[in-house]
């Protein structure tokens, strides 16, 4: 038995989480591909390669391409204040936030949730209308401080502006990203086509932390409801592991996949460098008392996080190179390029951790990936 498989397998049994969808690629070709344990625990069914997954905050990478599209093709620029393309957000001293600011979590705006009823916490117009009413927490550029929902709501809504407000965000994402690169189980909020296919979201950790367990249940299960036709940038999209692993392969190439483009290289290399320098990240502010982690700076790119160098906590494994990137999703979801080792991995799961926890069980799963196929 693989030694990736033996972990996953042992964390399934311990009831770390409930199942997941594991594939790791070196140099393009699938050397492990693997679904283990409950798409839902409670009902008894089994977990499939084909399972659909809210991907939670991997969505921003995904949104973050629609916003770079749009800079490749001259509609704006990565320094264009925010205002200029949606005039009312620049209130409250936010009109000089930039585009690349808001990517790389350095716009100063708030942590917290955009202040909308419940069941609007999916209506892009709303969510928007909501951010353009706050204040800042920080001066844009000086401090990084991760935006669960609002900086990528306002991205989203760039994406529109700048496409004339024709289309909804899923359907541009869906024209422009997903069906080039042939990602059919992937949207922005479920499809009656793939719900049937839905994992049952489930709180397996419910040691304090970052965020309330309960509420992304709440979440995930949103998401998951075709019928609630929610567009959330940040946090909304479902997805495979396998088109995550295709989504990824395409970064790692460059920009393209069998021969269709949907980002140039030097746009992917620009978006997978460091644009946060030697700054900390707010959002582990709270595991630093709470779990002893020590300061590392933020390592974020436009979309995407960094393994960086040192021994600090990182989703990606110690044992990846310093420019490895990818993205993760609230305490479920992972992946990852190294682009040195021209290794890719997607670790889904379903049964949420604690944060900090999901962190690390992600690296000890990253680095038990690259001992076995680097």
């Not at 021969?259 to 946060?276: D, I, Q």
Request: proline share 6%; charged share 20%.
């Amino acid at each position: 038995m693989s030694r990736l498989h033996q972990a996953i397998e042992q964390d399934v049994q311990r009831k770390l989480y409930d199942g997941a969808v594991t594939i790791v690629g070196v140099g393009g070709k699938v050397v492990f591909e693997h679904a283990i344990g409950f798409a839902d625990r409670v009902a008894g069914t089994p977990m499939r390669l084909d399972s659909v997954f809210p991907v939670f905050s991997i969505s921003k990478a995904l949104n973050a391409v629609l916003v770079l599209q749009r800079v490749e093709r001259g509609e704006a620029c990565l320094n264009t204040p925010v205002s200029e393309i949606i005039p009312e957000f620049g209130s409250r001293g936010k009109q000089r936030i930039t585009i690349g600011q808001l990517l790389s979590h350095s716009g100063g705006l708030p942590a917290s949730f955009p202040a909308v009823p419940a069941e609007k916490i999916g209506d892009l117009d709303a969510v928007t209308a909501a951010v353009c009413d706050v204040g800042l927490e920080a001066v844009p550029g000086e401090e990084v401080s991760y935006s669960p929902i609002m900086a990528h709501a306002v991205l989203g809504q760039c994406v529109r502006r700048l496409d004339g407000g024709k289309r909804r965000l899923r359907d541009i994402a869906r024209e422009e990203l997903l069906e080039p690169l042939g990602m059919a189980d992937t949207a922005l909020g479920a499809t009656t086509a793939l719900a049937p296919r839905a994992v049952m979201p489930r709180v397996s950790d419910d040691s304090p932390g970052m965020f309330d367990a309960s509420a992304l249940v709440g979440l995930g299960l949103a998401i998951l409801n075709p019928e609630l036709n929610i567009e959330i940038p940040a946090g909304g999209f479902v997805s495979t592991a396998a088109d995550v692993f295709r989504f990824a392969e395409t970064m790692r190439q460059g920009g393209a996949w069998n021969g269709k483009r949907v980002l140039s290289r030097p746009m992917v290399e620009l978006a997978t460098s460091n644009h946060t320098g030697a700054r900390a990240n707010d959002l582990w502010t709270y595991a630093r008392e709470l779990k002893g982690w020590p300061l590392f700076p933020a390592n974020l790119g436009l979309g995407f996080f960094l393994r960086g160098e040192g021994l600090h906590p990182t989703y990606f494994g110690h044992l990846s190179t310093p420019g490895t990137y990818g993205a993760m999703g609230a305490g479920t979801t992972n992946f990852w390029v190294d682009p040195v080792r021209n290794i890719t991995m997607v670790c889904l799961t379903t049964g949420f951790l604690e944060e900090a926890n999901s962190a690390l069980r992600f690296q000890r799963l990253s680095d038990v990936a690259i001992a076995e196929f680097a």
